[in-house]
């Protein structure tokens, strides 16, 4: 038994939620998401909340049955409060900025790394090593907070790199320097 897929969501004011032709679409205040779904997943709407069944027990139905609950969820959540990642810029004479629709990065490569800011998100910098990713799809927020991470990952040693801000990274000890063997 799902436990995901059998849990109701209840839907705030002015949120609507509809399928037709296997496509879920939620709309809110912020803004409008749809999802295609499998059709052996059913969901009804009634009284400001949404249920999901599923069709039978087979095991790629009962995974379809939770997936779509939360990516349903999620989309109404987007829709109400948004997502945001915030991320850290962590090195020596390292920053930030935005400059039009673009992330500029200087972050000790001989060249500044630009990333073209995508549709349906919104790229904030409130300091010189602050960058905060903000919209209402919770995958295009975190994939391009992903793609802006990658740019340069955290090293261990000094903590170098871009992480997100709720990111610990682990450290490890250098050489011993002078150390008798």
């Known amino acids: ?13 002015g949120v609507t939620v509809e399928a037709k032709d296997k496509v879920i679409t939620v709309k809110g205040p912020k803004g409008t998401l749809t999802q295609a779904y499998d059709p052996v997943i059913s969901l009804t709407v009634e009284n400001n909340t949404v249920k999901f069944t599923r069709a ?3 095991g790629p139905t009962k995974a379809k049955h ?10 109404v959540k987007g829709v109400t409060e948004g997502f945001k990642k ?6 020596v004479g390292w ?3 935005k400059q039009g629709k673009k992330l500029v990065m200087n972050v000790g490569f001989s060249h500044p790394v630009e990333l073209e800011e995508i549709e349906g998100i919104n790229i904030e910098c409130p300091s010189q090593t602050e960058i905060v990713v903000n919209g209402i799809d919770k995958e295009k927020v975190g994939q391009f907070a992903a793609v802006v991470r990658s740019v340069r990952e955290p090293e261990p040693y000094h903590g170098y790199g ?5 990111e610990v990274i682990e450290r490890k000890v250098g050489k011993a320097a002078g150390a008798k063997g």
Request: net charge positive; charged share 15%; glycine share 8%.
């Open 162 to 166: 871009i992480r997100y801000s709720d």
């Open 1 to 13: 038994m799902s436990r995901i897929g059998n849990a109701v969501i209840n839907l705030p004011a």
């Open 56 to 58: 039978n027990e087979q």
């Open 95 to 97: 920053k930030v900025a």
């Open 86 to 91: 915030t991320l850290i810029v962590n090195g």
């Open 66 to 75: 939770g997936l779509y609950r939360a990516l349903t969820a999620n989309m």
